[in-house]
């Protein structure tokens, strides 16, 4: 956890790579649909107004999910040893709680 903690903190600064490389990360390059994009390695589109970045992966004995919301500087990341697994329930609800004072 440490290092995806110092991981995502570099993605809010030119640490790893250069403002332009993330800019460009960051923008969408296809569309995946009428609401999302697709860029370098994240999917980008709003939600409740707020540009948010995601990425998610699976295989055989895990799943994750990384939601960040940059201008917010919010990253909710879920990690599970299932291949199975269905964050994005999780993720909502954490987004929610911290985010939108929803419950």
């Known amino acids: ?22 800019k460009q990360a960051f923008t969408p390059g296809v569309s995946v649909d009428t609401t999302t994009g697709y860029g370098f390695g994240w ?24 939601q960040r919301f940059p201008d917010q500087r919010f990253t909710v990341i879920v990690l599970t040893n299932r291949n199975d697994a269905v964050l994005t329930e ?7 709680l911290y985010l939108f004072g929803t419950k």
């Open 1 to 22: 956890m440490d290092d995806l903690y110092k991981w995502d903190q570099a993605l809010n600064t030119s640490t790893l790579v250069s403002a332009e490389t993330l």
């Open 43 to 66: 999917f980008i589109e709003k939600k409740r107004g707020l540009g948010l970045v995601w990425h998610s992966g699976n295989t055989m004995g895990f799943t994750s999910l990384i």
């Open 90 to 96: 999780i993720v909502n609800k954490i987004e929610e």
